[in-house]
């Protein structure tokens, strides 16, 4: 999607139109930050939906009204609907004001992703009030549509693409290889455009257009240097790295999150002086 003042493209989480003439663009939040002080950049992200926007799948590109919605799990929906509220009250201005559905995945004769409407209502009213009385997706409707995307425009926590990661690309690198007499890992090579690129392929987006690219090289640089930083890798230059690969016990994404503790500085050999390769000591995490 485009803005059309100005011409800057966005990319919402969800867009859908629903008929000719009347569209909805919205964003789609299963975690928020602790700190509700780094809400805003959700609100300034909903306030730029508002805008006239182009790239609707009609002759034009264009449509006479589009909604803005915010999809947040319902965990966390009360919170951010008494923090938006708060910030309408303290004078911020939406062109379209939010409606703010909230999620959550019931088990009920299997699994179905259950949406409700909280705040707000939209253009058409026989949809408005169903939301609000609540309306249940059969999860196998939305794995068809969307089972092999693990990853999104937003960031998610470096743990997670970890994982996917060590999975997919470090234990992938020791197919066929034995670890030697003495030899406590295997060194994998690991460069983070070729990672990228893999992700983008399988699980993500590539390519631009409505989708953008991601996940971004910028957050597989990020999660190789926590390897790094927790003693599982070495970096060699600004895309390549070297991961110590050991088999690791237990539940992955939990290792590393009560690894971040221990962490270090993350260094690229031969540009800074410190102790050792990685401007550390190593350590024993596993």
């Known amino acids: 999607m485009t803005r059309v003042s100005s011409g800057v493209d966005i990319t919402p989480d969800v867009v859908v139109q629903l008929t000719r003439e009347v569209g909805l663009v919205a964003e789609a939040k299963r975690t928020l930050p602790a700190d509700d002080g780094r809400w805003v950049a959700e609100i300034e992200q909903l306030r730029s939906y508002g805008e006239e926007l182009s790239g609707w799948w009609n002759e034009g590109e264009r449509i006479r009204v589009h909604d803005v919605g915010l999809l947040i799990h319902q965990f966390h929906g009360p919170r951010f609907l008494a923090f938006l509220k708060k910030q309408i009250e303290g004078g911020v201005v939406f062109r379209r004001n939010p409606c703010v559905i909230e999620f959550n995945v019931t088990e009920q004769i299997g ?11 939209l253009a058409i009213a026989d949809l408005t009030q169903s939301l609000v009385d609540g309306v249940p997706v059969p999860m196998e409707k939305v794995l068809a549509t969307y089972g092999e995307r693990a990853f999104y425009d937003a960031e998610q926590e470096v743990e997670y ?7 997919d690309f470090v234990v992938g690198g020791t197919e066929g290889r034995v670890r030697g007499s003495g030899e406590r890992h295997l060194e994998v090579p690991i460069s ?6 893999g992700l983008q392929a399988g699980y993500g987006a590539k390519g631009g257009g409505r989708d953008g690219d991601y996940p971004k090289v910028s957050w597989v ?3 190789m240097d926590r390897f790094v930083a927790i003693g599982l890798a070495r970096k060699v230059s600004a895309d390549q790295y070297v991961v110590l690969y050991r088999d690791i016990k237990g539940d992955l994404i939990e290792r590393f999150v009560t690894a971040k503790a221990r962490e270090r500085k993350v260094r690229i050999p031969g540009r800074q002086r410190g102790r050792g390769q990685n401007g550390g000591q190593n350590l024993e995490l596993f």
Do not use: D, Y
């Open 161 to 167: 693409l970890m994982e996917r990661i060590w999975m």
């Open 192 to 197: 983070a455009a070729a990672v990228t690129a």
């Open 111 to 121: 699994q179905r992703m259950f949406l409700c409407l909280r705040e707000g209502q």
């Open 221 to 223: 640089r990020g999660a």
